[in-house]
C-alpha cells in the first residue's frame, strides 16, 4: 500500500511537466540585481566620492569633521591632516574624518 502511494506520486510530478528547477536559479538572480541597484552599487559610489574628497585636500579648506568639528586645513600630510579650529588651536586628525569640504575661504 505504501509502495503504491509513493509509486503515485512520483508518476503525477513527471505528469505535470517535469520541468528543470529554472525559476528558483532566475528569483536568485534577480534577487542580486536588486540588492546590486539598491545597496552595494550606492555604497560604492558614496565611498568613491568620499575618498576622492579626502585626496584631494588641501591647505587653506574649510571642513567639517565626521565628529562634528568645523575649521580650516593649516597642513597636509600623508595619513592625517592639522585643522585649526580656533586662532592659534589646532588639531591633528586623519584625513578620512573630514566628511564636507568647503573652498569658499
Known amino acids: ?41 550606492p555604497q560604492q559610489k558614496r565611498a568613491k566620492q568620499h575618498r576622492e574628497l579626502v585626496e584631494g585636500l588641501k591647505v587653506g ?5 565626521a565628529g562634528g568639528i568645523h575649521g580650516k586645513i593649516s597642513a597636509v600630510h600623508d595619513g592625517t ?12 586628525m586623519n584625513r578620512s574624518s573630514v566628511t564636507e569640504v568647503s573652498r569658499e575661504g
Open 1 to 41: 500500500m505504501v509502495s503504491d502511494a509513493f509509486a503515485m506520486a512520483g508518476n503525477a510530478a513527471a505528469q505535470q511537466g517535469g520541468r528543470p528547477g529554472y525559476e528558483g536559479i532566475i528569483m536568485l538572480v534577480l534577487m542580486f540585481a536588486i540588492f546590486y541597484f539598491l545597496l552595494i552599487r
Open 61 to 65: 579648506d574649510s571642513v567639517i569633521t
Open 81 to 92: 591632516v592639522s585643522v585649526e579650529i580656533a586662532t592659534g588651536v589646532k588639531i591633528k
